[in-house]
């Protein structure tokens, strides 16, 4: 093989450099922005160099940034070595199954959580886990573990805790596996970021959400309301609907600063297939919109929150032929579709999509104590919009046997 040169960022630290040179398996939990994904494809194509094969790169899922980033990377740096040795890209680097093969070196395969299936049956090298925390724990120990015997592979482990699940039981028994590390990184571990910046942020956020988003804290569960949700996160994403299946929507309608939320159920299995998010749109751009997914999975109903702009919104959307059903949120009504929610994460009963921005509104959604009860909310600075069109969609589709229970202390 011809020496070629390529152009790498150069890591950042001593951290940074450690991982992507060692051999070890690693447990990383990190902040935002530390430089996680830079340095985990620059480690795959290192230990490509040292040991041909196959290697994967397992991300949440292709709505995920941090996998587009990672693809877009690993794309660069194959075209420089495909180029160095003359070979056509096109003819190495798959962009419709998004792997990439080179020839001396091996290959490259992206896969993703939200389809674990595609996971099973080759022996590789070593893989990348990003985002390892919103996933479901059957992805590591029902399809990519087994695939590392073969060849004594490795694995790196890349996120942010979120709460105590089983990637915070992973991150602590790599402290003391033999052949793993833990490793751990807060966002001013990044050199290149102004740590004034992220002042700022710490500023504006609720303390436990900033210990856990930039300094990769466990944050444990007090004041938590929805568990397991990375364990319901399993549904698959459809852009169109399935024969013989039913569905209906449910909408969170914004105001000029929040998000508008649609989410379509599949009724009988009780699940999210598809949404949409969107702010900052006339109303007319946002009925069309609604309309479209409505006709476009032959929705037999939307149930639509009826306060602020949501009310129009409504009368709007009849007018056009479609079923709606209005839902009025208030301190009485609340209380039960989010106790009502909460219940089905619990029980596993629901099934979501693996989107990271659903997953976080649901894993900081905070729950506190009043003198008539508790009150439920997104901590100051976040959204819960996406909490919100899903308990409304929860509630629409077990509508007559949700009732008020009050949640029990010791959460």
């Known amino acids: 093989m011809p020496t070629i040169t390529i152009d790498l960022k150069k890591p950042h630290s001593e951290l940074q450099k450690n991982i992507i040179t060692t051999d070890d398996s690693i447990a990383m939990f990190a902040g935002r922005r530390f430089g996680k994904t830079d340095a985990g494809v620059q480690r795959i194509f290192r230990k490509m160099q040292e040991r041909p094969g196959l290697y994967w790169w397992v991300g949440l899922s292709w709505q995920a940034a941090s996998m587009k980033k990672a693809w877009r990377e690993t794309t660069t740096i194959a075209k420089q070595i495909l180029k160095g040795m003359g070979l056509k890209e096109r003819e190495h680097i798959n962009q419709s199954k998004h792997e990439i093969k080179i020839p001396g070196m091996g290959e490259i395969w992206f896969r993703t959580a939200d389809n674990p299936a595609s996971l099973a049956g080759e022996g590789v090298h070593g893989v990348v886990v990003d985002e390892f925390s919103l996933m479901r724990e059957v992805v590591w120990s029902e399809y990519i573990e087994a695939t590392l015997l073969d060849y004594k592979g490795w694995v790196a482990f890349f996120g942010i805790p979120k709460g105590n699940n089983w990637a915070a039981k992973i991150w602590r028994g790599a402290k003391n596996w033999e052949g793993w590390q833990q490793l751990h990184a807060t966002s001013y571990d990044n050199p290149f970021i102004d740590p004034v910046d992220i002042d700022k942020i710490k500023e504006k956020r609720a303390q436990s959400i900033f210990n856990q988003e930039y300094l990769a804290k466990i944050v444990s569960g007090e004041g938590m309301v929805f568990r397991n949700v990375t364990e319901c996160a399993k549904s698959e994403w459809l852009d169109k609907p399935e024969e013989g299946r039913q569905y209906v929507g449910s909408v969170d309608v914004a105001d000029a600063n929040d998000y508008t939320v649609v989410y379509v159920w599949d009724v009988a299995a009780k699940s999210i297939v598809h949404m949409d998010r969107f702010r900052r749109v006339g109303y007319n751009v946002l009925e069309d919109r609604l309309e479209a997914l409505y006709k476009k999975f032959g929705m037999q109903n939307m149930t639509i929150e009826d306060n602020s702009i949501g009310q129009p919104v409504i009368d709007h959307l009849r007018k056009r032929g479609m079923t709606i ?30 989107d990271e921005i659903t997953i976080d509104e649901l894993t900081v959604y905070e729950a506190k104590r009043t003198a008539s009860g508790y009150s439920y909310g997104a901590p100051s600075g976040m959204f819960d919009d996406c909490v919100m069109s899903m308990a409304i969609g929860w509630y629409s589709i077990n509508v007559g046997r949700i009732e008020y229970v009050e949640t029990p202390e010791g959460w």
Request: aromatic content about 6%; glycine content about 0%; hydrophobic content about 40%.
């Open 325 to 354: 059903t209005p839902f009025h949120t208030s301190h009485a009504t609340k209380a039960p579709i989010i106790q009502a929610l909460q219940s089905a994460f619990e029980h596993e009963e629901i099934s979501i999509l693996p």
